[in-house]
Nanobody
């Protein structure tokens, strides 16, 4: 059984920063991919960023966050982070952590990020 626990969401003013964390526990292969999705009210869930456990942590980003968000991970802790800078009201959403490992996919429970003045 794999569990993902997210933390770090909250309310921030436009232009501010937040850092999300997602800790994975359970049966996790060394080779895996972790990432962040988000879902705004009335919209479909969309990919924000993903990072591999190999190749030095190869990362990919959605165009809307490139240059503002940075994904990173600590393989020893099976934890992935999302540093979000220059936040905009359009970034308001529930952010979900996702793990791909051993042919299966797992989701976290989600953490709310609200960008508002």
């Amino acid at each position: 059984q794999v569990q993902l626990v997210e933390s770090g969401g909250g309310l921030v003013q436009p232009g501010g920063s937040l850092r999300l964390s997602c800790a994975a526990s359970g049966s996790i292969w060394r080779i895996n991919v972790m990432g962040w999705y988000r879902q705004a009210p009335g919209k479909q869930r969309e990919l924000v960023a993903v990072i591999t456990s190999t190749d030095g942590g190869s990362a990919n980003y959605a165009g809307s966050v490139k240059g503002r968000f940075t994904i990173s991970r600590d393989n020893a802790k099976n934890t992935v982070y999302l540093q979000m800078n220059s936040l905009e009201p359009e970034d308001t959403a529930v952010y979900y952590c996702k793990l791909w490992t051993a042919g299966s996919e797992y989701w976290g429970q989600g953490t709310q990020v609200t960008v508002s003045s």
